[in-house]
């Protein structure tokens, strides 16, 4: 029961994690000028991911919330794409590119967060929790 409830909490935090990323990541890449300047230096190939993984957020914290296995395996994916993604950042940082700090603020808490969710998820299935994931 106790691996079920943090699952959904997780699951909970992952839906709205995605929905934010989403809009916030929509804002950016098809806002006004105004609101694209405001933003500064910003890394395009790192938008674009991120924007397009909230959906994935949304739908791994889905599938987590309804117990789906296949849910475990689009965190792990989730957490291995946005790793390669933060070490790209991080070749781009260090070729002299220009770069917001927030970014990597931000790529390293979602990396964090996906490890989390994946470690997690699989905890639940070997300890074979019944309510946890099916």
């Known amino acids: ?22 809009m916030s990541g929509g804002r950016a890449l098809f806002g006004s000028a105004e609101e694209r300047t405001a933003l500064g230096a910003i890394v395009p190939f790192v938008l674009w991911f991120n924007f397009f993984a909230g959906f994935l957020y949304v739908g791994a914290g889905a599938g987590l919330w309804w117990g789906k296995r296949w849910a475990t395996y ?28 927030r970014t990597a603020g931000a790529l390293t808490l979602r990396t964090l967060f996906w490890v989390v969710v994946t470690v997690a998820s699989f905890r639940a299935q070997t300890h074979r929790d019944p309510s946890a994931i099916a």
């Open 1 to 22: 029961m106790k691996h079920h409830r943090i699952l959904q909490g997780l699951a909970l935090a992952a839906v709205l994690f995605g929905l934010i990323t989403v």
């Open 74 to 101: 689009l965190s792990l994916l989730l957490a291995i794409t946005t790793l390669t993604v933060f070490a790209g950042f991080g070749f781009h940082v260090f070729s002299g590119g220009a770069y917001e700090a």
